[in-house]
């Protein structure tokens, strides 16, 4: 099963408004990384959060990470229409590469 | 160019057929890694390159499958006798030396097997 799932698979909101994704992972963790694919383009890294922090800004954007439960929230605050796209969230266990969850599909409503 | 470029953007032939796809990371960036994306699902890991060390080919599914890195630098991703459950996007990504470095990805290749 994946490291990471992100929760919801599709979340549909209004421009302006927040939208939270989350992800739980199974294993231990050195840091916790976001990243946001555009349709048929590649990924970009958004945010990387260590497992000995709890909270990180960037921009509009807010990261969260809870080790006891597992798991890492992502918030877009006053989201626009440019934010569309699918959002990852990737886990560095220090094994090797990244492991990535199955992204939460993001649509803007201008 | 000043990001991670890959070629061809699709691919489209026939099962049984071999195919190289190919991989030209940030200059500099000694870390390579080799993903594939199934129609909207997460990134699976195929293969990992660090520096001079042998790969991490932990993550191909066949042996089918093998990749390849010139000089530190181009890779080669190569299936051979292709089936039509390797239609995929194949994503590479590089990063400077791992670990905490942001993983910078090209735009992958849509491989399509008739």
């Known amino acids: 099963s994946q490291q990471g799932e992100e929760d919801p698979q599709a979340l549909s909101i209004q421009e302006g408004e927040n939208a939270t994704m989350n992800c739980s992972y199974k294993?231990?963790?050195?840091?916790l990384q976001w990243y946001r694919q555009n349709s048929g383009r590649g990924l970009v890294h958004l945010i990387l959060?260590?497992?000995?922090?709890r909270e990180k800004h960037s921009g509009r954007l807010r990261v969260t990470l809870d080790t006891s439960k597992k798991s890492s929230s992502l918030l877009i605050t006053a989201s626009r229409a440019a934010d569309t796209a699918s959002y990852f969230c990737?886990?560095?266990?220090?094994?090797?590469?990244?492991?990535f969850g199955s992204g939460t599909r993001l649509q803007v409503q201008p | 160019g000043a990001g991670v470029s890959q070629s061809p953007s699709n691919k489209v032939t026939e099962k049984g057929k071999d195919v190289e796809l190919r991989c030209d990371p940030i200059s500099g960036h000694t870390a390579l890694y080799w993903y594939r994306q199934s129609l909207g699902q997460g990134l699976e890991f195929l293969i990992y390159f660090q520096g001079n060390s042998a790969p991490d080919k932990s993550g191909l599914p066949s042996d089918r499958f093998s990749a390849e890195r010139t000089g530190g630098s181009v890779s080669t991703l190569t299936i051979q006798r292709t089936q039509q459950e390797d239609s995929a996007v194949y994503l590479c990504?590089?990063?400077?030396?791992?670990?905490?470095?942001?993983?910078?990805f090209g735009d992958g290749t849509r491989l399509s097997i008739l």
């Open positions: 990737a886990t560095d266990t220090g094994r090797r590469a990244l492991t």
């Open positions: 294993t231990s963790i050195n840091n």
């Open positions: 959060i260590r497992s000995n922090e």
């Open positions: 990504a590089s990063s400077r030396t791992g670990g905490e470095w942001p993983q910078h």
